[in-house]
């Protein structure tokens, strides 16, 4: 009974969301995530689109949805316009991830940056500076992170290309790369005896 209970317990806290942005929630199901785009009317299509072609959700733009795991929408944030991609996992189809991403942000970057810091440090506190692997790296991208809990990670990234916002539930994103090992390791068992 026990056991059970701790069972119980475990799943409760692994299927918990971690992280929140606008209207989106971690793992969110790709149904729940596509009625939320309808019921808000968010332009939503599927991520090998280029170009959103329409200004309100739009069924058309979503066709065969079940098959793709990257969905995005254009929209205005800080004033300035922004994509806004979501990843959903292979299997489940659950939200694990979101990225923001702005090219474009008015004539001072400098003050637009100063803005996300201001606002992203008030909601989630003090944030961590990250260390560039390279020289590259270092001259031409600026990284900062938060860690608001212990599923979700929020880094922002400035460099040459603009802006990008990242949210990550860790969890769901460790058992996705777990999935891909054992994807991996199969195939491998499976051909290793033809070789």
Request: glycine share 4%.
């Amino acid at each position: 009974m026990l056991l059970r209970s701790i069972l119980v317990f475990f799943i409760l806290i692994s299927s918990a969301s971690a992280f929140k942005f606008d209207i989106w929630q971690s793992g969110k199901d790709l149904k729940e995530c596509i009625s939320t785009a309808r019921e808000n009317n968010i332009p939503l299509i599927t991520g090998n689109r280029n170009v959103s072609v329409s200004s309100t959700f739009d069924w058309r733009y979503l066709k065969n949805y079940q098959k793709y795991r990257e969905f995005k929408y254009h929209t205005s944030l800080f004033g300035n316009k922004a994509w806004v991609y979501l990843y959903f996992t292979q299997n489940k189809s659950e939200l694990y991830k979101i990225h923001i991403r702005w090219t474009a942000y008015g004539h001072d970057k400098n003050d637009f940056e100063r803005t996300l810091f201001n606002v992203l440090d008030k909601k989630y506190g003090e944030k961590e500076i990250l260390m560039p692997s390279n020289v590259g790296e270092y001259i031409f991208k600026k990284m900062r992170k938060w860690h608001p809990d212990k599923r979700t990670e929020i880094i922002l990234e400035r460099s040459s290309a603009g802006f990008l916002l990242i949210y990550r539930d860790t969890i769901i994103e460790q058992e996705l790369e777990i999935e891909k090992k054992k994807k991996k390791l199969n195939i491998i068992m499976i051909d290793a005896p033809k070789l």
